[in-house]
């Protein structure tokens, strides 16, 4: 336990800064969009910002189901989230059916084996809430292949009808990309399954189905990217509020001669004389090392007082070199605090930085970051 009179400062090398009520405006919003219920998909930590506060704010402001990828990540779920509806995408693995039965949690079934499984479970007196059906219509990953999810659905008294189908999903492959043709053929493919089960809800758009034309709502929708502050309409204005901010703290500054080598391997050369600082943060905390800025290539960069500052050399585990020459001397100094995710460093903008997505920045947010949610 840390010393009562230490100040956060000292303890931690960055501050993660989670705003709650942008995240349950972000849900509200997509709800609002789809003229239905909109659920909430927070599987992997609800995408880094913690399951317990994110599945908290959103149950508190009238989420009625989650999504999420595990059972361990469902029961932390259930623990906040008593009278929710809690899907595992992740589906059922074997002879896990006791485990969702004790929890009250709802497979997502994507296998014959997994229908089997969980019907012959609930024959046998179990109590279990009912499960959801995922029918495979572009991924070639989890769920039934659409003719296998007619013929069943066409049963009515067969294994469907055993297994207690509450819900009837797929999933996009490329909803991002409104101009995709593979959209257009899921959708079609979708409605000839949700047609089979009239009687059971259905669910096929994710963050950015809500903003594909001609697809339907369905009963339920299953935003996730989206509501944590993610651009589900890439190339275009972000519709959503920004969730997350992180800031790191300078911990020392120096400068540097022309030809001076910096970082591991020499992978950067200062080109004349510089100005350096480096930032108490690193890979260990989530920031990818494809953000290395070096001879070669670009990466990523921090916000000094509005002012774009760099990465130099390669992401260490702890640690990250940054070019201040352009920044304000008084604002770029020890103890300073930087911007890594914040204003123009959107979600999509420090992926890009990084040679990677969104989505990957935000799942790696680390667990050495001071925490501090804010609304909610």
Known sequence: MMPADLPDSAAFGATLTIDLDALISNWRLLGKRAGTEASAVVKADAYGIGIEPAVTALAKAGCKSFFVAHVSEA???????????IYVLNGLLPGAAETFAAHGLSPVLGSHEELLEWASFRQTGAQVRPAALHVDTAMNRLGLWPGEGLNLARERSGVIAAAGIGLVMSHFA????????????????????????????????NSSGHFLKDCPSYQLTRPGYALYGGNPTPGQPNPMKPVVGLEATIIQTREVEAGTQVGY??????????????????????????????????????????????????????????????????????GASVTLIGGPLDLETVGGGAKTIGYEILTSLGRRYQRRYIGG
Do not use: H
């Open 174 to 205: 490329s909803s991002e990309v409104e101009t995709d043709p593979a959209n257009a053929r899921q959708i079609a493919a979708f409605a000839e399954i949700a047609a089979a089960l009239p009687e059971v809800p259905a669910s096929l758009k």
């Open 75 to 85: 029961i932390r779920a259930r623990k906040v989230a008593p009278d929710a509806t």
């Open 265 to 334: 391997n020499g992978r950067w050369t200062a080109k004349g004389k510089r100005k350096l600082a480096t930032i108490c943060l690193g890979y260990a905390d989530g920031y990818p090392r494809n953000g290395s800025w070096t001879d070669t290539s670009t990466g990523g960069s921090v916000l000094i007082d509005g002012v774009s500052c760099p990465f130099v050399g390669s992401v260490s585990m702890d640690l990250i070199i940054i070019d201040v020459t352009d920044a304000p001397a008084d604002a770029a100094k020890r």
